[in-house]
């Protein structure tokens, strides 16, 4: 069965950091590609960042390009984003998902996919 935990959500000040985790069971990271989405209230969910389960291909969402970053820790069967230089509208609930093509070079936050984790609260303000 395969299963997500996110964690590292928190308030926090304009311009300041957080890294969230996304703790994955049931599978290696090797197999699938992650990704991170986020939805605010009243918007539809967006892409923001992945990463391919051959580890060589990341990407990014504009709106946080340069900002963020994601990495993996095989052993530890978790991913991470790095948010950096946050701004209000960062505020977001963040869920990371699983892409289910197996040993794939590439990754995508062009379409939704899963199962999904619970979500962390990311909430950006003085």
């Known amino acids: 069965q395969l299963q997500l935990v996110e964690s590292g959500g928190d308030l926090v000040q304009p311009g300041g950091s957080l890294r969230l985790s996304c703790v994955v069971s049931g599978f290696t990271l090797e197999i699938y590609s992650i990704g991170w989405f986020r939805q605010a209230p009243g918007k539809e969910r967006e892409g923001v960042s992945c990463i391919s389960a051959q580890g060589g291909n990341v990407k990014y969402s504009d709106s946080v390009k340069g900002r963020f970053t994601i990495s993996r820790d095989i052993a530890k069967n978790t991913v991470y984003l790095r948010m950096n230089s946050l701004k209000p509208e960062d505020t977001a609930l963040y869920y990371c998902?699983?892409?289910?093509?197996?040993?794939?070079?590439?990754?995508?936050?062009?379409?939704?996919?899963?199962?999904w984790g619970q979500g962390t609260q990311v909430t950006v303000s003085s």
């Open positions: 998902a699983v892409d289910q093509t197996p040993y794939s070079p590439v990754c995508t936050i062009r379409r939704p996919y899963g199962p």
